[in-house]
């Protein structure tokens, strides 16, 4: 798809259509996420865009209407934990592109080729429409305007920069740089007098609006054309490496020194803050850089800049009136006061007070200066704008390292292992171009893989010409070390144990330090942390650093453990209730935390510590479809529990068990489950994940031991499970009573992921039993449920459910369907659901035509499907019955026929007895007449009724019907529907081993009551 944000907020699908966006709020959403294609933005982020100052009362629900909006215009905008991603290449949105040439045009300037420049620069332009969604972008299109206009003199074409600089003048009439094209432009074509007109208008313009004069640049033009010589161009700048991935960052900090006149460029050491002071000052006509690094004495910053402004004293000056010396900052005040200046201060940090002092005295007296100052810690002072820079995203952290590794080896090919490079050192220019150097003599792979274990020893080579402190990456950390307090240090050193951040009240346990907030507040002024959204986070190099200085980590390991295992116990019972959003994103907050909490168990053997962490997440995990994360750990935990697990460790071994998904483990549990359960997350899962091989016993009375209990998300889910086995014998009445009275529960306690689960279910029984309007309006309610869940795993089922019923309605829906559902699943690892939306996308093939392409999507499909699973029976059904009509439509019924024996015998085993019928209504497409009518009667009784209008069923019956007449048809029709579900699965080949070991066909059979009791 293609997408505009420049004008009107636009979008067109691959064959040039436009995909109408309804009104203004979903235009603004997609607006803000095109703004950064591929990067997550946050939900508070989005409701600010699109509803302003004035949202609606469930803001969230809101935005996710608006995303499943999208979503059905097939603009893949996915969930993610930090809020929501479209990705999109950048080229594919107007803004991007124009973005993108205009740096390009820039640089091609910058490098002495006009020509390149006005050509990338006219192409830019191109791509232009206003108004434009961000002020930055406004500065940046006029930038390029001047830089198209700066081509064309330099070309010589002064006829199209005069055209272009005259308009340009006119609209932004206080603008120096296109006045002092324009005088440029007129001298070349022959018209000096009418530069020397500009120049004097412009000169009382400034002095009528601004109080100020001309600007040195204007002022040198203006001198050169008095002498009748040709006036200087603008000031070449130099730089020995060329300038990646800031050029946002460097335009806007421009913008911003427009209008304030003290500007620090914030980050840590390494990120780029020189590099990008040195870029946005270029150009400037009057400027001065002040490099302090060298400087340990405060004392001595007044005399290192008179130094290196050049103002010299001569020793004659008399002392005060004390007889103290004369002071040196009131030389840089007199020195300063009449001129226009932009100061550049970089490296403050080591001196940041005396800094301070000395620029706010400045800007107090000259006020024609502007300072921009580069430091680790802000100056702190009141007219000080900041702009934290922030490591390089990683698409410009793999350009900066490739470009800086073809510097040092011409041939280094594009390789995937650059962007694990980027990641591992956080996107920090300096370690990205230390690691680039490397690059000489060890391959990107080599390198990617040590950078874990030897980042320090790796990047220990830098230029022989830098600071001493960036020369190497230890260096750079150690600087910056080396400038806290003891107990920053101990801070720093103790906050190395949290993954993924932390905020201040975790910090302040676990670190046990006091006034813990207040050095948090300093490491993050120093920039040794980064604060975003109340958390407080250290780049791995930091913390890699700081970790080699933590000298109790055991202690402060256990301190951490014991935190988030608290955390983890609060949370759990409100994942259960209507506050379960809140929750949710709290613990998805501190995944990174939980799993080390988890990590540091499994690492010092403490079980029952492992197991108590598993048990409190467990919803968590589940409901997020991320338990995979945690499998690992489990069946570690499991092991060390031994083949006669403590008795004591209760729930917590069943979770575990049920996480690690192994069968040795789980018998091991039965045990423990049937002597008691109190999680109610076992009445769910406990059926779910034995329901083939488990002791049927144990199920029913986890079932009734819920029915009786007095924990009421507990009973409305085991009237959910007990509708199964009405589903399975297809009593859909029975069946949906129990599955409305769940939904109620669920509603009632406030849980949208058991009312997902619920409304899928009726959703299928609706879709079993030819109601398709209900079984899609159930289906997109659950479907909304688990996006605003961020249910991974329940939103790629869904999605898949949905396709299959779009199928023969909406062909195009239902792909856009099946392929949100595989990146989904792609995404969260999830070969499951993956595999339904192949199979999905194999049907749509089938169905077009395309029988290559859907065998080779049904074989994709078969490999990652998992037949035992009762949440997987039903599409690898599917699978087999569609590489059994590829197999017919070949020309090989034998092989056909034993694909739809399969595919029957998986739903049997599992328990999907409905599901069966699928299979064999398509053995009835190959049997002849009088077998293939009592073949569809059977399909009944095993589904419980005839669906009506499925096309294969229907081109089956109607061949049986013609071959035997409407008389005998209905007579062996109707005698394969009087069949018992056993007799009718004998009838189509499946092996009594099969039939006996339906487990849910056991529990139907085994309840003595009826399964759904109202309470």
Same mark, same amino acid.
């Given at each position: 798809m293609r997408f505009g944000v420049l004008g009107a907020v636009r979008a067109w699908r691959a064959d040039g259509g436009e995909v109408p966006l309804g009104g203004p709020a979903r235009r603004a959403l997609l607006a803000a996420l095109l703004l950064s294609p591929g990067r997550a933005v946050g939900a508070e982020r989005l409701i600010d865009e699109v509803y302003g100052e004035r949202p609606p009362k469930d803001a969230h629900h809101a935005l996710q209407s608006q995303v499943s909006r999208l979503r059905r215009d097939g603009i893949a905008v996915e969930r993610v934990a930090a809020g929501y991603v479209l990705n999109v290449d950048p080229d594919d949105v107007d803004v991007h592109r124009f973005l993108r040439l205009a740096e390009q045009g820039r640089e091609a300037l910058g490098s002495g080729d006009p020509d390149r420049a006005a050509e990338l620069l006219r192409e830019a332009l191109g791509w232009w429409a206003a108004p434009a969604p961000a002020v930055h972008l406004e500065e940046r299109h006029l930038a390029a305007l001047e830089d198209l206009a700066e081509s064309d003199l330099r070309r010589g074409d002064h006829r199209a920069a005069l055209a272009a600089l005259g308009e340009l003048v006119e609209r932004h009439p206080l603008r120096e740089r296109p006045r002092a094209q324009l005088m440029r432009a007129l001298h070349a074509a022959g018209r000096p007098a009418e530069a020397l007109v500009v120049y004097e208008r412009t000169r009382r313009l400034l002095a009528d609006e601004l109080g100020a004069d001309p600007s040195p640049e204007l002022s040198a033009i203006h001198r050169e054309l008095l002498r009748g010589e040709d006036p200087p161009g603008p000031p070449e700048a130099l730089a020995l490496t060329s300038f990646v991935g800031r050029e946002e960052d460097a335009a806007r900090v421009r913008a911003l020194l427009a209008q304030a006149r003290l500007v620090t460029l914030l980050g840590p050491g390494g990120v780029g803050k020189t590099r990008l002071a040195t870029e946005v000052v270029r150009g400037q006509p009057d400027r001065q850089v002040v490099e302090l690094a060298a400087i340990r004495d405060g004392g001595q910053l007044p005399q290192v800049m008179m130094a290196a402004l050049g103002v010299r004293d001569s020793g004659l000056h008399p002392p005060g009136d004390r007889g103290e010396p004369a002071d040196p900052a009131a030389r840089l005040v007199a020195a300063l006061s009449g001129r226009e200046l932009l100061l550049v201060l970089d490296n403050c940090e080591q001196i940041i007070d005396d800094v301070a002092a000395l620029a706010e005295r400045l800007l107090t007296a000259c006020p024609g200066l502007r300072v921009l100052a580069t430091s680790r810690e802000p100056l702190g002072l009141t007219a000080e704008h900041l702009w934290p820079v922030r490591p390089l995203?990683?698409?410009?952290? !793999? @350009? /900066?390292?490739?470009?800086?590794?073809?510097?040092?080896?011409?041939?280094?090919?594009?390789?995937?292992? !650059?962007? *694990?490079?980027?990641? =591992?050192?956080?996107?920090?220019?300096?370690?990205?171009e230390l690691a680039a150097a490397r690059m000489r003599t060890h391959e990107a792979a080599e390198l990617a893989g040590r950078l874990e274990s030897e980042r320090f020893p790796l990047l220990s080579r830098g230029s022989r010409t830098a600071e001493a402190r960036h020369r190497t990456l230890r260096a750079v950390v150690a600087w910056s070390w080396e400038l806290l307090s003891a107990d920053e240090r101990a801070m720093a050193a103790r906050l190395t144990v949290f993954a993924g951040g932390a905020s201040a009240a975790a910090a302040a346990r676990v670190s046990g330090l006091p006034d813990a907030e207040a050095l948090l507040d300093s490491l993050a002024d120093k920039s040794f942390v980064e604060v975003s959204g109340g958390r407080y986070r250290m780049l791995a190099t930091i913390r890699a650093f700081c970790a080699e200085k933590l000298d109790t980590p055991h202690a402060v390991r256990q301190a951490h453990a014991a935190c988030y295992l608290d955390l983890a116990l609060e949370a759990d019972p409100h994942l259960r209730r209507g506050e379960q959003l809140g929750w949710l994103d709290a613990l998805a907050a501190e995944h990174g935390n939980l799993r080390e909490a988890l990590r540091f168990a499994v690492e010092s053997g403490a079980v029952e510590l492992g197991m108590r962490l598993i048990g409190a997440q467990a919803h968590y995990l589940w409901m997020r479809g991320i338990r995979t994360t945690a499998t690992a750990e489990a069946a570690a935990l499991l092991a060390a529990a031994g083949p006669r697990p403590d008795p004591a460790l209760g729930d917590g071994y069943a979770l575990c068990a049920l996480i690690a998904g192994e069968a040795r483990y789980l018998r091991l549990a039965s045990a423990l489950v049937d002597r008691d359960h109190r999680h109610p997350l076992l009445t769910f899962l406990w059926p779910l994940m034995t329901a083939s091989g488990g002791d049927p016993e144990v199920v029913l009375r986890v079932l009734r031991r819920a029915e009786r209990g007095d924990d009421p998300w507990g009973r409305a889910m085991a009237r959910f499970i007990w509708a199964f086995p009405h589903m399975a014998a297809g009593e859909y009445s029975a069946a949906r009573a129990g599955l409305t009275a769940a939904l109620e529960g669920f509603q009632e306690l406030g849980d949208r992921w058991g009312s997902a689960l619920a409304l899928d279910s009726l959703g299928w029984l609706g879709a079993n039993t030819g109601d398709r309007v209900s079984a899609l309006a159930h289906t997109s309610r659950a479907l909304e449920l688990a996006e605003l869940l961020g249910a991974d795993e329940d939103h790629a089922d869904l999605l898949c459910n949905r396709g299959d019923l779009r199928q023969r309605d909406d062909p195009a829906a239902a792909r856009a369907d099946y392929e949100l559902a595989a990146e989904v699943a792609r995404r969260s690892g999830i070969p499951t659901y993956?595999?339904?939306?192949?199979? #999905?996308?194999?049907? /749509?093939?089938?169905?077009?035509?395309?029988?290559?392409?859907? @065998?080779?999507?049904? %074989?994709?499909?078969?490999?990652? *499907?998992?037949?035992?699973?009762?949440? *997987? *029976?039903?599409?690898?059904? @599917? !699978?087999? !019955?569609?590489?059994?009509?590829? =197999? %017919?439509?070949?020309?090989d019924p034998v092989a056909a026929a034993a694909a739809y024996r399969q595919a029957a015998e998986v739903s049997v085993t599992t328990g999907a007895v409905p599901e069966s019928a699928r299979a064999v209504e398509a053995l009835a497409g190959l049997a002849e007449p009088a077998e293939a009518a009592k073949l569809l009667g059977a399909a009944v009784a095993l589904r419980g009724c005839a669906v009506?209008?499925?096309?294969?069923?229907?081109?089956?019956?109607?061949? =049986?019907?013609?071959?035997? #007449?409407?008389?005998?048809?209905?007579?062996?029709?109707?005698?394969?529907?009087?069949?018992?579900?056993?007799?009718?699965?004998t009838l189509a080949g499946v092996s009594p081993e099969a039939i006996r070991a339906s487990p849910l066909d056991v529990i139907a059979a085994m309840t003595g009551e009826p399964p759904v009791r109202q309470r």
């Open positions: 995203p990683l698409p410009d952290a !793999v @350009r /900066l390292f490739t470009d800086r590794a073809r510097a040092v080896r011409p041939d280094f090919p594009a390789h995937a292992a !650059v962007e *694990s490079i980027c990641l =591992a050192l956080d996107g920090l220019p300096l370690a990205i993956l595999a339904a939306a192949l199979r #999905g996308l194999g049907d /749509l093939a089938r169905m077009a035509g395309d029988l290559p392409a859907a @065998r080779e999507l049904y %074989e994709q499909a078969l490999a990652r *499907s998992d037949a035992g699973w009762i949440k *997987s *029976s039903g599409n690898h059904t @599917r !699978v087999l !019955v569609g590489l059994g009509r590829m =197999a %017919e439509a070949e020309g009506p209008g499925d096309e294969d069923r229907l081109a089956a019956e109607a061949r =049986a019907r013609a071959a035997l #007449g409407e008389r005998e048809f209905a007579a062996a029709h109707r005698a394969g529907a009087e069949l018992s579900r056993q007799a009718a699965l």
